[in-house]
């Protein structure tokens, strides 16, 4: 079981927002690749992980929507099984925790394998911080959502106990994070295999975020983890139009990827980010990352970044 999303969140909705997620039968296992050349060892420190999560309470039990009429209450879509977060309980009135419906709903639309998690427009839902996971997790899209005070939007903990992670195309935009220990992070074990590729993060507003762009290879819940070669795979991960301000606690961009498995093809577009309070962080830090910078960054130095970027214009 591959954990997808962390996220505490609340859906502040001026439209509907869908989450769409396909799974696939058959498993295909990544491949890693060489590193492109030979660098000095040294390891970076691990970013400190959050606090263990909180428990959620058990989810009621609603009756489920029936998987060959996907239709839900109100709902006229004409494609796939439509997954109503209200039809399991979520209530959407700002203060009720609407956590317990939506984790239902979602196991729900995982059963399928093709599903549409909706959630309506006109509501406030409230959820804590909770985990959606499904099995090599693929073609998943996330709209119009207002996450904190949270752990962010995290894609994680991927290769856990030397496990497999298979996830491509996910795209998350029109998202606003506010107050949060981190932003848009994604996360892997050490010793893990497989691939993470296709991801985007689109027209993100955050707001005091600790850590708002982060890649963490070295994921550790101690200080006493092993140290391995393997690792999982990633590729492709976009990061567009990402801008407002940062906890100089921290600085706003932090690529630490494996030293045997580098990151390949990341790419920065329009990303502005400025102190929420204090002065310029001006060191973000990136480890064996690879990829392209299409557009300069306001507060931040690129020509600072130590190594990896293959292009650069600002």
């Known amino acids: ?25 058959q498993k295909k296992k990544g491949s890693p690749v060489e590193a492109p050349s030979s660098q000095e060892a040294v390891s970076p420190s691990p ?59 979602w196991k729900a639309a995982c059963a399928v394998e093709s599903a549409v998690l909706l959630v309506p427009s006109g509501y406030v839902f409230t959820i804590t911080s909770t985990i959606f996971s499904g099995p090599w997790c693929s073609n ?21 106990h ?16 506010r107050d949060s220990n981190n932003g848009l992070r994604i996360k892997t074990w050490q010793g893990g295999a497989g691939s993470v590729s296709g991801i985007t993060f689109d027209t993100i507003e955050m707001d005091n975020i600790r850590n708002c762009i982060i890649i963490d290879q ?18 492709g991960v976009s990061y567009n139009n990402i801008k407002r301000t940062y906890d100089v606690q921290s600085p ?16 920065m577009s329009e990303v502005e980010l400025l102190p929420f309070e204090g002065e310029l962080v001006d060191d973000p830090f990136c480890w064996n990352s690879y990829g392209f910078v299409c557009s300069g960054f306001l507060g931040v130095n690129l020509r600072s970044i130590p190594l990896g970027f293959v292009s650069l214009n600002v």
């Open 140 to 160: 998943v899209e996330i709209d119009g959502v207002t996450c904190g005070p949270s752990h962010g939007i995290s894609i994680g903990s991927l290769g856990v």
């Open 47 to 105: 970013v400190e992980a959050p606090s263990s999560q909180e428990a959620v309470s058990p989810s009621p039990v609603y009756p489920p929507l029936v998987p060959s009429d996907p239709s839900g209450p109100g709902d006229n879509s004409s494609s796939g099984c439509v997954f109503d977060v209200t039809s399991y309980g979520a209530v959407g009135d700002g203060s009720t925790d609407d956590t317990p419906a939506f984790r239902t709903a």
């Open 162 to 177: 030397n496990s497999q992670a298979c996830v491509s195309n996910i795209t998350v935009r029109n998202a606003m994070i």
């Open 1 to 25: 079981m591959i954990i997808l999303l962390a996220v505490a969140l609340i859906y502040q909705n001026l439209g509907n927002v869908e989450g769409r997620t396909y799974f696939h039968k």
């Open 218 to 235: 070295f994921y550790c819940l101690t200080k006493a983890c092993r140290k391995e070669t393997s690792a999982v795979y990633l590729s």
């Open 252 to 267: 706003p961009i932090h690529f630490a990827c494996s030293d045997t498995v580098p990151c390949t093809n990341i790419t």
